[in-house]
T-cell receptor, first 116, second 113 residues
Framework: GAGVSQSPSNKVTEKGKDVELRCDPI?????LYWYRQSLGQGLEFLIY????????KSGLPSDRFSAERTGGSVSTLTIQRTQQEDSAVYLC??????????????FGPGTRLTVL | GENVEQHPSTLSVQEGDSAVIKCTYS??????FPWYKQELGKGPQLIID?????GEKKDQRIAVTLNKTAKHFSLHITETQPEDSAVYFC????????????FGKGTKLSVKP
């Protein structure tokens, strides 16, 4: 079946502009995660959605970052007033969910964001 | 805060040799330890995982061992092939959130023909 999809695959923007990154999880997966991967680094957790529960926003680096998940499916990560240090690959993952913390997470291909 | 340390950061082996990557974690409540393989320009793909109720798991040429007392776990790849070349990430579940994982910084594995 279809995996996690993300769009756009690449985004180049100017410092100070807002950007929106989209994630379509695997159908039926109730959990959705956003991570950030800077060049040569590991994955940094940003935010986690589980069903209709309040999201875990503990990884968001600043109030310029926000995310929504509409209808329990598609998610949008928004970065306002982008800065050069926001340049990274933004990865989305989904899992069956249930809150056990041991679900297998399936990753999308990522969106490479470049802030000039 | 909680973290996962991964070593080595780069590893080069000859085709047919074995490769071992090691990780240590700090959260004693971690109970799920997946390993991901990331090829250039792609998202990470799960290759094997282990839960805290077992000490070892094997899938063909790949095996993972877990030592909960010492809080470390390792990935073993035997009979390496050039297509094994990629960046490998370990991760551990984090009790601070029921869903997220803490990742190591990755190991770039190069398998030379």
């Amino acid at each position: 079946g279809a995996g996690v999809s993300q769009s756009p695959s690449n985004k180049v923007t100017e410092k100070g502009k807002d950007v929106e990154l989209r994630c379509d999880p695997i159908s039926g997966h109730t959990a959705l995660y956003w991570y950030r991967q800077s060049l040569g680094q590991g994955l940094e957790f940003l935010i986690y959605f589980q069903g209709n529960s309040a999201p875990d926003k503990s990884g968001l680096p600043s109030d310029r970052f926000s995310a929504e998940r509409t209808g329990g499916s598609v998610s949008t990560l928004t970065i306002q007033r982008t800065q050069q240090e926001d340049s990274a690959v933004y990865l989305c993952a989904s899992s069956l969910g249930g809150g056990s913390g041991t679900d297998t997470q399936y990753f999308g291909p990522g969106t490479r964001l470049t802030v000039l | 805060g909680e973290n996962v340390e991964q070593h080595p950061s780069t590893l080069s082996v000859q085709e047919g040799d074995s490769a071992v990557i090691k990780c240590t974690y700090s959260d004693s409540a971690s109970n799920y330890f997946p390993w991901y393989k990331q090829e250039l320009g792609k998202g990470p793909q799960l290759i094997i995982d282990i839960r805290s109720n077992v000490g070892e798991k094997k899938d063909q040429r790949i095996a993972v061992t877990l030592n909960k007392t010492a809080k470390h776990f390792s990935l073993h790849i035997t009979e390496t092939q050039p297509e094994d070349s990629a960046v490998y990430f370990c991760a551990a579940s984090f009790r601070g959130s029921q869903g997220n994982l803490i990742f190591g910084k990755g190991t770039k594995l190069s398998v030379k023909p």
